[in-house]
Each structure stands twice: as structure tokens, then as C-alpha cells.
């Protein structure tokens, strides 16, 4: 027998479908907080959802990686411009920090960092001014210390009880230190326009479903108040047009975004298989990717992009 659900945020009973996703998965809003949230009783556990794996580093995806720093330098140009002025190095905590090329990328920009990653995406290495801390939070607070900036590039749609986490991360920053939140936004146009397979949904892995609004409400819930947003970030922008677009035509969803992220998922399929896609991906995904920038950037006056990103300050 299934478990009954309750909101993931506030526990609530009361909740309505949205609508399903592509693979099955009830998207549902809480009549409480109104979050939408992913009904995942039926996914599979972390470590299916969540495999370990190691980056293969072959030529091409390290030229593609090279190739998408652009997307880092986006990042750190809002990280900078809400890093609190102090003298000697910021110091920097990227949670979920995945491979570490965020946190790694930051170390070039004089920032002190420690990424943090429950999942391991390769191994920790000894680099100057960078620590890359493989356990769950809760393992690593007491060696973390304070933090001038700690960065959530969309990680905070993946947990249960996000203001808790918030709340915990926001005692790990100094007195004028800032949380730097970055999530899909469920009232974008994309996902207005692509719904149950829009890219950026990703349930189950995704469990909340953020818009302005219910943001805010869980900032105010954790004791932090806004203080700055940068509505445009082209990665996810883009990625979320040409990779919602290619999983409309493409029998092998989100081929693409699995090639730039080279963690073993596409080694299941046939070299026809996989040529196949990436010229698809070429063909299809570049014109999209021209419109979608400046479709993205009009969309930013709205807060209608893809993403949702605000620095948030202790209240
Ligand atoms: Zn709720």
C-alpha cells in the first residue's frame, strides 16, 4: 500500500494535481504554502536517482566543458557583485558543488572555497584556496566555519524541508554574509509552454517546484530577506529551450544536457543510437539556442526567464 503523501515544505495534506510529467510522476501544489511539488513516492532511491560516477575527461568533453565556463563567469559576476567587502579572501561555500567546476572557477576570482557534495562526482582533490568535501552536510558542519557567500546553483529543488536548509546554511555565514539561491522557475514561460516534459521539471529528482513567490515565502520561513536577483542566466535559459525542444522529437530524453555532463548515462546506447542524436542535437538544438537568448533576456523584465537566482540576507 502507498504511504499518503504530505507537502515535502509544511507537511500539509491538502494539495491538488498540477498535472503528470513525461515519465509518470504527479506534479502537485500545496493548498497551505502553495509549493508545487513532485509526488515521488513511486521514485526510485538516492542511489539509483543519484549514481556515483567519474567524469571520463575525454578530449571532447573537456572542450566542451572549456567552452561552457562562460556559463561560471555568469555565475560569478552576480557572486561578486553580492559578496560583502571585507579585507583579505571571501570565502566561498559552493552546497552540491557537483564535479566542483563552480568552486574551482572561483578560486581564479580570489575567493577562499569549499564546495560540499553528498554525491560523489569524482575525486577530492589538493588544490590552493579549494576543499572538495564528499559527505552530507550534517557530517561536514563542524569543520566548515563562516562563510562570506554560500552558493545553491539549483540544488534547493532537490530537498525536503527547504527553509530547515536554509535556516542551517544561513548560521554558516558571517555577519554580512549572503546566500546566493539559483532554481528552476516553475512560472517561467518554458514551463508554462513545455509542462510535463519541460526540461528543467526533472522529477523525480526535482522535488519542489519554486516560483517568486513561494521563493520569498520560504526565505521569509528561514529568517532571510532578499537583498538582489539576477533574472538572466543563459545556461539555464538555453539549456531549458533546446533541450525541452530536442525532448519533444528525440525517442532518448535529455541527450544533450547527459553528453555535456559525461556522467556515464549514455553509455548504454549504440553508437548508431548515440551519432543519431547528436546531429539531431546539432541540427535542432543550434537555431533554437540562437532564439532562445534573446527570447530569454526579454523574458527577464517579467521574471518569466527559466531560472530564478536572488541573494538572500539574514533578517
Ligand atoms: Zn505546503
Known amino acids: 500500500m502507498i504511504s499518503p503523501l504530505a507537502c515535502p515544505s509544511c507537511d500539509s495534506d491538502d494539495h491538488a494535481l498540477v498535472f503528470t510529467s513525461w515519465n509518470g510522476y504527479p506534479i502537485r501544489r500545496c493548498a497551505s504554502c502553495k509549493l ?13 536517482l543519484y549514481p556515483h560516477f567519474e567524469q571520463s575527461d575525454t578530449t571532447a568533453s573537456k572542450n566542451v566543458r572549456s567552452a561552457l565556463s562562460v556559463f561560471s563567469r555568469q555565475r560569478a559576476a552576480f557572486v561578486e557583485r553580492m559578496t560583502p567587502k571585507r579585507s583579505g579572501k571571501p570565502r566561498l561555500l559552493d552546497y552540491g558543488c557537483g564535479s566542483g567546476a563552480f568552486a574551482r572557477f572561483m578560486t581564479g576570482r580570489g575567493y577562499d572555497v ?14 590552493p584556496s579549494l576543499t ?5 552536510f550534517e557530517d561536514a558542519r563542524e569543520e566548515l566555519g563562516k562563510f562570506d557567500v554560500i552558493t545553491l546553483w539549483h540544488v534547493l529543488e532537490h530537498v525536503k524541508k527547504p527553509a530547515a536548509l536554509l535556516s542551517a546554511l544561513a548560521s ?7 546566500l546566493v539561491i539559483s ?7 518554458q514551463s508554462e509552454l513545455f509542462k510535463g516534459s519541460w526540461f528543467h521539471l526533472d522529477p523525480p529528482r526535482h522535488l519542489l517546484h519554486f516560483e517568486p513567490e513561494t521563493l520569498a515565502s520560504t526565505l521569509a520561513k528561514a529568517g532571510l530577506r532578499e537583498a538582489g536577483g539576477e533574472p538572466f542566466l543563459p545556461e539555464y535559459g538555453t539549456s531549458g529551450w533546446v533541450q525541452s525542444v530536442l525532448n519533444g522529437v528525440l525517442p532518448h530524453k535529455n541527450f544533450l544536457f547527459e553528453l555535456v555532463k559525461d556522467r556515464g548515462a549514455l553509455r548504454a546506447l549504440s553508437a ?4 543519431l542524436h547528436a546531429a539531431a542535437s546539432v541540427v535542432l538544438g543550434a537555431p533554437v539556442f540562437a532564439a532562445a537568448l534573446p527570447v530569454e533576456a526579454a523574458l527577464a523584465a517579467s521574471n518569466r526567464t527559466a531560472a530564478i537566482t536572488v541573494a ?4
Do not use: C, I, W, Y
Open 114 to 127: 569549499v564546495g560540499l557534495e553528498p554525491f560523489s562526482l569524482g575525486s577530492p582533490t589538493n588544490e
Open 312 to 315: 538572500a540576507r539574514r533578517v
Open 172 to 178: 554558516h555565514l558571517t555577519e554580512e554574509g549572503v
Open 132 to 136: 572538495l568535501l564528499r559527505k552530507p
Open 183 to 189: 532554481v528552476p522557475n516553475f512560472k517561467s514561460v
Open 272 to 275: 548508431s543510437t548515440t551519432a
Open 36 to 48: 508545487v511539488f513532485t509526488d515521488d513516492r513511486e521514485a526510485p532511491p538516492p542511489e539509483t
